[in-house]
């Protein structure tokens, strides 16, 4: 079945540095993929979609200059979160569709732990 | 807009034993239907979905869902669960052909004991 791989699975990092996470679809061409926050005991919060070769689609109250999204290819697509702090420590999940037809659906990868000190 | 309602935080069950979740939906316009599963720090893994067609869908795992379009709800069933089905379980809604989108609901912790 359709494979998404997000690395690193878990990160810790000092406040004020820049951290890249990746998403890959490994098994197919992933025209959208979406990125989602997670907070504990909470449901997923969509902070943005990205589209193959566009721009990113970002969701109220996200800042796209926080959360840069970069969508170069049809397997990878990057979400970093620049000038990271505290409040910025969260699960991250990625998840990618296979094709423009919404009846696909979303297939996630395992998530990013992220921990600002 | 749509807005999905996971009434249950916490549905606690015996091993072997049957559970429903229950998910209730609020849209305007025709849905798609979906129940994810995630397990301690993964991401989620699709059970099932709804799109059109027959109401009664079966997923993986054992698990089955009835769409009611009247009672605008989506509950999860299975007859019988196993100590392996504790985990979270989230029921999300996108508008049909509108992209994809997902709303998702806050989630049941699913708590199988012995």
């Known amino acids: 079945g359709a494979v998404v791989s997000q690395h690193p699975s878990r990160v810790i990092c000092k406040s004020g540095t820049s951290v890249k996470i990746e998403c890959r679809s490994l098994?197919?061409?992933?025209?959208?993929m979406f990125w989602y926050r997670q907070f504990p005991k909470k449901s997923l919060m969509l902070m943005a979609t990205s589209n193959e070769g566009s721009k990113a689609t970002y969701e109220q109250g996200v800042e796209k200059d926080k959360f840069l999204i970069n969508h170069a290819s049809l397997t990878l697509s990057t979400l970093t979160v620049t000038s990271a702090h505290p409040e910025d420590s969260s699960f991250y999940i990625c998840?990618?569709?296979?094709?423009?037809?919404?009846?696909?659906?979303?297939?996630f990868g395992d998530g990013t732990r992220l921990s600002i000190l | 807009a749509q807005s999905v309602t996971q009434l249950d935080s916490q549905v606690p069950v015996f091993e072997e034993a049957p559970v429903e979740l229950r998910c209730n939906y609020s849209s305007s316009v025709s849905v798609y239907l979906f129940w994810y599963v995630q397990y301690p720090n993964q991401g989620l893994q699709l059970l099932l979905k709804y799109l059109s067609g027959s109401t009664l869908v079966k997923g993986i795992n054992g698990f089955e869902a009835e769409f009611n379009k009247s009672q605008t709800s989506f509950h999860l069933r299975k007859p019988s669960v196993h100590i392996s089905d504790t985990a979270e379980y989230f029921c999300a809604v996108s508008v049909a052909g509108g992209g994809n989108k997902l709303t998702f609901g806050t989630g049941t912790q699913l708590k199988v004991e012995l």
């Open positions: 098994d197919f061409q992933a025209t959208t």
């Open positions: 998840s990618a569709r296979a094709r423009i037809d919404s009846n696909q659906p979303q297939h």
